[in-house]
Nanobody, 115 residues
């Protein structure tokens, strides 16, 4: 089982990034997918989640209207489009897969928002 995040990097405030999480080794289309983030010295927090078939999404209040989660079950990939980035969005972003007690984490990708 693998979850591999990509797309992180350094971006200026107000900029955009698109994170990807490529899954393998399990039936991706059966799993709910979630993006979490963890900033230095803070607890890991939920950013956005999407149901297995993509019909239900959920966002943290802090990112509503700026971030969009989506998935492509044909490509076994979940995305996080991040717009209007702020310095407080700086964190390591992780993807997480869950289905009936089976849970998997990716290794994370660093997002740094700074001028």
């Amino acid at each position: 089982v693998q979850l591999v995040e990509s797309g992180g990097g350094l971006v200026q405030p107000g900029g955009s990034l698109r994170l990807s999480c490529a899954a393998s080794g399990f039936t991706f289309s059966s799993y709910g997918m979630t993006w979490y983030r963890q900033a230095p010295g803070k607890e890991r927090e939920l950013v956005a989640s999407i149901s297995s078939v993509g019909g239900i999404t959920n966002y943290a209040d802090s990112v509503k209207g700026r971030f969009t989660i989506s998935r492509d079950n044909a490509k076994n990939t979940v995305y996080l489009q991040m717009n209007s980035l702020k310095s407080e969005d700086t964190a390591v972003y992780y993807c997480y897969a869950t289905f009936r007690g089976y849970n998997y984490w990716g290794q994370g990708t660093q997002v740094t928002v700074s001028s």
